[in-house]
Nanobody
Framework: QVQLVESGGGLVQPGGSLRLSCRASGSIGSLNTMGWHYQAPGKQRELVAAITSGDTTNYRDSVKGRFTISRDNAKNTVYLQMNSLKPEDTAVYYC???????????????WGQGTQVTVSS
C-alpha cells in the first residue's frame, strides 16, 4: 500500500506565494511521474503540473512562469512552488504519483487527500 500526504496549503493574499509538499510512503518500488492537480468548487479536477522521473516537466498554460514543480527522490517528495498567486488559483490541490510497489511492477496511480489553497484579500 502507498500513501501520499500533502501539506503547505492555506490562505494567501493575491501576489503572494505558497509551497506545497507531497510525500509518498509505504511499499514503494519506484516512483514514476508525479503531479499536482486542482479542483475548484463545481469544476472537474485538472492538471496543474507534472514531473517525470527524469525531471521533465510540463505545466498548464495559466501557471507557466508562476509555478514550479520539483521532486526530491531521496525523500519521495514532490513540491509545487506557487508565486504571484491569483484569486483564480483558489482550489483544492491534489498530488498524484504513478508507483510500482515492492509487490508488483504494474504502475498504479495514487492520490493524496488534497490541500486547500485560497487566494483572497
Amino acid at each position: 500500500q502507498v500513501q501520499l500526504v500533502e501539506s503547505g496549503g492555506g490562505l494567501v493574499q493575491p501576489g503572494g506565494s505558497l509551497r506545497l509538499s507531497c510525500r509518498a510512503s509505504g511499499s514503494i518500488g519506484s516512483l514514476n511521474t508525479m503531479g499536482w492537480h486542482y479542483q475548484a468548487p463545481g469544476k472537474q479536477r485538472e492538471l496543474v503540473a507534472a514531473i517525470t522521473s527524469g525531471d521533465t516537466t510540463n505545466y498548464r498554460d495559466s501557471v507557466k512562469g508562476r509555478f514550479t514543480i520539483s521532486r526530491d527522490n531521496a525523500k519521495n517528495t514532490v513540491y509545487l512552488q506557487m508565486n504571484s498567486l491569483k484569486p483564480e488559483d483558489t482550489a483544492v490541490y491534489y498530488c498524484n504519483a504513478w508507483v510500482s510497489t515492492t509487490e508488483s511492477k504494474v504502475l498504479r496511480n495514487y492520490w493524496g487527500q488534497g490541500t486547500q489553497v485560497t487566494v483572497s484579500s
